[in-house]
Antibody
Framework: QVQLQESGPGLVKPSETLSLTCTVS????????WSWIRQPAGKGLEWIGR???????NYNPSLKSRVTMSRDTSRNQFYLKMSSVTAADTAVYYC????????????????WGQGTLVTVSS | QSVLTQPPSVSEAPRQRVTISCSGS????????VNWYQQLPGKAPKLLIY???LLPSGVSDRFSGSKSGTSASLAISGLQSEDEADYYC????????????FGGGTKLTVL
């Protein structure tokens, strides 16, 4: 059973860059797509983007200008950087796995990390 | 404003059946599969239904999914108190190079 664990600073100052790491265990990141999703307190889920082992990425159009994702297969980790953060970026950030159904040519997000709270405040 | 539209809340008595709707468009639900997630308070979302109507291993068959056109539904039968949670639908959207979109979530209250 693959497990995902988010890590990174819990407090980021406005205008600075948020950086998070997702460590995957029980499976290799050298297959599947890997996503970041966030959830402000009391609100719904917002997909941020995803990365494939090749480095191919898809980003939420509304966040694309501020988001960069990368991965390190030797560490079995993938990363999120979000620049120019504001209080509106305060949320629980989840990393997750996108599984692909070959016969259906369809994806679904199946495994999630426990989430990490990032607060943007001076 | 979420791309997929869900009712903010639904409620029903124990042992009854409830449905949660999810409405989208041709670029998402109309052309791609719908997945459903259950989120208990303070927990990460859990996959409940994938590819419109498939149950992951370990998920109770009291949960079922369906889709027609640009709308989908999640049904929960034999309601139990532990079903009280937030439920989210999700689908891939083909526009703008492709991205996941979620519904705003539905809070289920078991009366």
């Amino acid at each position: 059973q693959v497990q995902l664990q988010e890590s990174g600073p819990g407090l980021v100052k406005p205008s600075e860059t948020l950086s998070l790491t997702c460590t995957v265990s029980g499976g290799s990141i050298s297959s599947h797509y890997w996503s970041w999703i966030r959830q402000p307190a009391g609100k719904g889920l917002e997909w941020i983007g995803r990365i494939y082992v090749s480095g191919n990425t898809n980003y939420n159009p509304s966040l694309k200008s501020r988001v960069t994702m990368s991965r390190d297969t030797s560490r079995n980790q993938f990363y999120l950087k979000m620049s120019s953060v504001t209080a509106a970026d305060t949320a629980v950030y989840y990393c997750a796995r996108d599984l692909y159904i070959v016969t259906a040519a369809s994806f679904y997000i199946d495994q999630w990390g426990q989430g990490t709270l990032v607060t943007v405040s001076s | 404003q979420s791309v997929l539209t869900q009712p903010p809340s639904v409620s029903e008595a124990p042992r009854q059946r409830v449905t949660i709707s999810c409405s989208g468009s041709n670029s998402n639900i109309g052309n791609n599969a719908v997945n459903w997630y259950q989120q208990l308070p303070g927990k990460a979302p859990k996959l409940l239904i994938y590819y419109d109507d498939l149950l992951p291993s370990g998920v109770s068959d009291r949960f079922s999914g369906s889709k027609s056109g640009t709308s989908a539904s999640l049904a929960i039968s034999g309601l139990q108190s532990e079903d009280e949670a937030d439920y989210y639908c999700a689908a891939w959207d083909d526009s703008l190079n492709g991205h996941w979109v979620f519904g705003g979530g539905t809070k289920l209250t078991v009366l």
